[in-house]
């Protein structure tokens, strides 16, 4: 399986995902130069965290445009796996991959910390790592993280199993004071309706060996691999 990582000015977590795809699990990685527009060799996308073109305008606003999120377009559709950490997230929202927009955090402060979110869904290779219900503790940095949405797009999203995380004590009970952002219904991350796109604030690729802190990250790329092995 061969993984590309979207590189932009201002990506700052591209080589974190590459030492886990490569340097970990030993999957050919490809660095991907925002101007490229040939994405025909990879089997796996990741747009990765960071400040992307520096955030003018907005986060992930001028990304979009880049020939390599256009090529992206074009690979999610033909049903190549992508993944969007944090900025790449916010980026995947702009270009109409994932529904919904990230925005400022409520309190209008960049938060920096370790957060639980559990695990609300399977429709995805991206979690296929995973048991239904588990909670994961994960480093999150982000200034625009609030997840929003309208009240239908709210409704299709959790009445289709797109909502894939949620934050949660670290019990998995439930409760908003565990939300760092305001994201609503709790929102950490989503799938589209196919599964084969993802988004997520929280950092997979930051808890993905001990010497971080933790691996509870690491099963988001081990799982995909499994599904593929098995679907391929």
Known sequence: MKFGVIVFPGSNCDRDVRWVTEGILQQPTRMVWHQESDLSDLDAIVVPGGFSYGDYLRCGAIAQFSPAMQATVEAAKAGKLVLGICNGFQILTEIGLLPGALTRNQNLHFVCDRVNIQLEGNGSPWVK????????????????????????????????????????????????????????????????????????????????ETATGGTDGLAMFEGVLKALAITG
């Not at 200034?143 to 009240?151: F, I, K």
């Not at 670290?170 to 084969?196: E, V």
Request: charged share 20%; net charge negative; with cysteine.
């Open 129 to 208: 790592g995973y048991k239904p219900g588990t909670v994961l503790t994960l480093p999150i940095a982000h200034g625009e993280g609030r997840y929003q949405a309208d009240e239908e797009t709210l409704k299709a999203l959790e009445g289709s199993g797109q909502v894939l995380f949620r934050y949660v004590p670290g019990d998995g009970s439930g409760g908003n004071w565990t939300n760092p952002n305001g994201s609503l219904n709790d929102i950490a991350g989503i799938c589209n309706r196919s599964g084969n796109v993802v988004g997520m604030m929280p950092h997979p690729e930051r808890a993905a």
